[in-house]
Structure formats: C-alpha cells, structure tokens
C-alpha cells in the first residue's frame, strides 16, 4: 500500500515497478495514466489537468499520493530491474 506521503511514481519504484516519467514535477504530462480510487496532490502543487480530465480519473502519478485504496492503469508500465554490480567490483575499498 502507497503512503499519502510519497507520490504514486516513487511508491511504484519502490515496488519495483517503472512508470513512464519525465519532469516529476506535474508539468510535461508524460506519466498521465487513469486511476480508480482517490488522491491528492501536495499544498502547492498545480497538476496540469484539466479539470475534465480529473473528472475522468486521469491523475499524474509523479506528483499525486494515494489517498485510499487505488488502481492505476499505466500500460507503459515495467518491472524495474535489478542489475547485479560488474564484475570486478564488490564495494569494498582498498
Ligand atoms: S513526469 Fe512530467 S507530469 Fe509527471
């Protein structure tokens, strides 16, 4: 479950999952994606949707946090992997 502390593009990394982003900051529109379920945006914040669009469950996950129980429908959506370190190196220093 996402805390209402976090954005929803930074709870989706945190599940290992890769939503498509760009600015992070409400404004390019490149993480729209649908919602079911509500959520909030930081005092300051101005998403740039339309209010249409709000209506219709489009949210911007960079900048909104969950505020009950959600879906997101993001069909750019990947799972983050996990790369073990090159070879050669093992973090301990010399
Ligand atoms: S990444 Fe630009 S609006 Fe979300």
Redesign the pocket.
């Known amino acids: 479950m996402a805390s209402s502390e976090v954005s929803l593009?930074k709870a989706a990394a945190a599940a290992m999952i890769r939503l498509?982003?760009?600015?992070?900051?409400?404004?390019?529109?490149?993480?729209?994606c649908q919602a079911e379920g509500p959520v909030t945006y930081p005092a300051g914040v101005r998403?740039?949707l339309m209010p249409e669009e709000r209506d219709a469950g489009w949210i911007?996950?960079?900048?909104a946090r969950a505020a009950g129980a959600l879906t997101l429908q993001v069909p750019g959506a990947t799972p983050r992997e996990v790369r073990p370190p090159p070879d050669g190196l093992t973090g301990a220093r010399r």
Request: charged share 10%.
């Open positions: 593009l498509p982003a760009a600015c992070r900051n409400g404004t390019c529109r490149a993480c729209l998403p740039g911007l996950p960079c900048v």
